[in-house]
């Protein structure tokens, strides 16, 4: 580790302290500590609104080996509170890379500390529960930063949805492949002088025949890609876009991931409350939430949530193993229910419920990211399942 380089601490509401050193932006920032188990994707996961509110601790000893590029992102910058990684690196080595990592965070004004034990740090939450912590390369002062996160009110107890969702309606038309005019498949070009397309980029689409409106309450940008692909119209709205307007013009509705407690989303609550029944429901993570209160249940947090591309789902009607990728600290209690769903996925890790499936309505949600972005794509089926359930099969 250069020693020239400019100290930081990582405090934690219980006390206990990290030294290391700053990287990305100088400065302070405070939010709820998670570790996050992938070993490669740390674009995708800087970009994942989900993570508003909240500082990520990378497991993977070494991020920043493959640089940054403008197109692996789930939204328009980080929404990150903070980084934690065992070791920065400021070399990428990749012939899509358009900058390095850490430029990219200072661009972004992301403050960050490496050079910690961050197999210490992910060992503490995991047994202590996640917490509030602050980063600090201005303040080196332990039982100040601590008092700090101390006072700090929690996620809980904040509306982030309100920080990361649309201003205004938007229609999306990318798919997952890229096309031939996107800059990754120029870029390939130029490297290598021939295209490199396979016949799924070149078929034939139809104009869309049926409508998805989906609620952005932090949605990712490869959900949209997937549902693109279903061949229907997608619309995305504002969080707080009243039901009616949706049932109005939607074939079929989706409840995006995004962050924080569900619970605080009580106009999203509402909404979806007017939602069932009318028509069909997909939820994927903070919308499976939501959907779980609206049918009045609860939700309750995980001792340190699931972070990272790696956990292994089941699905019980076909007993098959899926490995997901996860982000969230809370989850449906699928008994509070009443018998309204049945439970269609669990948590191979820890028992948790991943997944419902209503009984009577054409309702269907899932507690992990069945778009990846980063992660394995076993789940993409979700979204020719929901296609199905809008087209009555």
Request: aromatic share 8%; with cysteine; proline share 4%.
């Amino acid at each position: 580790m250069n020693k020239d380089k400019l100290k930081a601490i990582l405090a934690l509401a219980d006390g206990t302290i990290f030294e290391g050193f700053s990287f990305g932006a100088e400065g302070e920032t405070i939010g709820e500590v998670v570790f996050n188990t992938s070993m490669t994707g740390y674009q995708e996961i800087l970009t994942d609104s989900s993570y508003k509110g909240q500082i990520v601790v990378m497991t993977c000893p070494q991020i920043g080996n493959y640089g940054v590029n403008f197109q692996d992102v789930e939204s328009g910058s980080p929404k990150i509170e903070g980084f934690v990684v065992k070791e920065s690196f400021d070399f990428p080595s990749n012939w899509r890379a358009e900058m390095s990592l850490i430029t990219y965070l200072k661009q972004n004004k992301i403050v960050c500390i490496e050079g910690i034990d961050t197999r210490s740090l992910t060992r503490h939450i995991r047994d202590n529960g996640t917490q509030t912590g602050i980063i600090s390369s201005v303040d080196l002062n332990p039982v100040s930063l601590v008092e700090k996160a101390k006072r700090h009110p929690g996620i809980s107890s904040i509306d982030l949805v309100k920080e990361v969702t649309t201003k205004k309606n938007f229609k999306w038309k990318q798919y997952t492949w890229k096309r031939e005019n996107d800059k990754t498949i120029n870029h390939i070009i130029k490297k290598t002088g021939r295209m490199r397309i396979t016949s799924l980029l070149q078929r034939f689409i139809t104009p869309p025949q049926k409508k998805i409106i989906i609620y952005d309450f932090g949605v990712k940008l490869n959900i949209l890609r997937h549902l693109a692909e279903t061949g229907y119209e997608v619309t995305c709205v504002p969080a707080q876009t009243p039901a009616e307007e949706v049932i109005e013009k939607a074939d079929g509705v989706v409840l995006s991931n995004g962050p924080g407690d569900p619970q605080t989303v009580t106009y999203a609550i509402e909404n979806t409350r007017k939602l069932l029944g009318k028509k069909p429901i997909l939820g994927i993570c903070l919308g499976h939430q939501i959907l779980g209160l609206a049918l009045g249940g609860r939700t309750y947090k995980l001792k340190f949530g699931h972070h990272g591309g790696n956990h292994p789902v089941m699905a019980l009607s076909t007993r098959k193993v899926e490995i997901t990728a996860q982000n969230h600290n809370y989850c449906v209690d699928i008994n509070s229910l009443g018998g309204q769903v049945e439970l269609s996925h669990k948590n191979l890790y820890d028992g948790t419920e991943e997944g419902m499936k209503h009984k009577d309505l054409p309702i269907i949600s899932i507690q992990y990211h069945p778009e990846a972005g980063p992660g394995p794509n076993d789940s993409n089926y979700i979204f020719k399942r929901f296609k199905q359930m809008i087209d009555g099969k």
